[in-house]
């Protein structure tokens, strides 16, 4: 059974949010949602993937929010309590979602950069 979460457990900003309509809609993708989970991890905590997806299972979530559907995975939702999905603008990098998630941990580093044998970084 796919359960609706009505509080607010993960988050997605108005702009990210119109990001992926826009997305949906240029890609006539109708009826799909927005699919975070867990990706990978490390000593700082997981990491995370997007896709859009039209498949839920009974161990999904799903989240209405800002006119979008975001599906979690019951293992993904409890790290990603009380993140926000964001849509930035980086000269550097592009244009790109980032999650933000106050659960992850943070890295200790030392002179030569991370102590937990790269999979973080860390900017000294």
Known sequence: MVTEIQ????????????VVKNIIADR????????VFVSGGGCCGA?????????TN????????N????VVDKMSLEHLHGSSI???????KG???????????SCDCDEGGSTCGGSCSCNN
């Open 95 to 105: 244009d790109g979602f980032v999650v933000n998630n106050p659960n992850k941990q």
């Open 7 to 18: 509080n607010e457990t993960i988050s997605i900003s108005q702009e990210a949010a119109q």
């Open 86 to 92: 964001e849509f930035i603008h980086d000269p550097e």
């Open 47 to 55: 990491q995370f993937g997007m896709a859009l997806d039209n498949n």
């Open 28 to 35: 006539k993708l109708e009826g799909y949602a927005l699919r």
């Open 58 to 65: 009974e161990m999904d979530s799903v989240i209405e929010m």
């Open 67 to 70: 006119g979008i559907k975001l």
